[in-house]
Antibody, heavy 118, light 105 residues
């Protein structure tokens, strides 16, 4: 059974960089596409970016200038960095696996709340 | 591509059948998936490619549609079905609908 687990600080100051890591267990990161999706409190879901094992990436255009996604296949992990954060970036951040045939998210982490506040 | 769900909220009773609609701002063929989300939990995949049931999902859930108009139907609602439902397109990048909250009447 594939499991994903997010980790990282729960509080980030405005203008700083948000950093999160997702650890994948129960399966290899060397297949599929690995994603970050966020959900502001009380709101809907927003896709951020994906990466595959080779480092191929795809970003949401509205966040592209602030987002970096990377992968460490030796640790079965992938990471997200979001720079110049503001209160609007406060959200639950999920990592998720994308099946790249008809492109659906089949496994998700439990999510981690990141609050942007001084 | 913008995804619009209707209704935004819905009240129903156990045993009822309900239908949720999702409309895309342009044709997405059948690149449409449905998720269920309960409070404090991650979304759970129900339907992929518009009408394919994900493994382990009860058969009372079904999806249909193509192009711009899609529906999620739940027959004979069970207590565990009261949740928020999201559609998601994967034709061009990935976007979600705003969600439909299904509440117990």
């Amino acid at each position: 059974q594939v499991q994903l687990q997010e980790s990282g600080p729960g509080l980030v100051k405005p203008s700083e960089t948000l950093s999160l890591t997702c650890t994948v267990s129960g399966g290899s990161i060397s297949t599929y596409y690995w994603n970050w999706v966020r959900q502001p409190p009380g709101k809907g879901l927003e896709w951020i970016a994906y990466i595959d094992y080779s480092g191929r990436t795809n970003y949401d255009p509205s966040l592209r200038s602030r987002v970096t996604i990377s992968v460490d296949t030796s640790k079965n992990q992938f990471s997200l960095k979001l720079s110049s954060v503001s209160a609007a970036d406060t959200a639950v951040y999920y990592c998720a696996r994308l099946v790249g045939t008809t492109d659906y998210f089949d496994y998700w982490g439990q999510g981690t709340l990141v609050t942007v506040s001084s | 591509i913008q995804m619009t769900q209707s209704p935004s909220s819905l009240s129903a009773s156990v045993g009822d059948g309900v239908t949720i609609t999702c409309r895309a701002s342009q044709s997405i063929s059948t690149y449409l998936n449905w998720y269920q989300q309960k409070p404090g939990k991650a979304p759970k995949l129900l339907i992929f490619a518009a009408s394919s049931l994900q493994g382990g999902v009860p058969s009372r859930f079904s999806g249909s549609g193509s192009g711009t108009d899609f529906t999620l139907t739940i027959n004979s609602l069970q207590p565990e079905d009261f949740a928020t439902y999201y559609c998601q397109q994967s034709s061009s990048s990935y976007t979600f609908g705003q969600g439909t909250k299904l509440e117990l009447k």
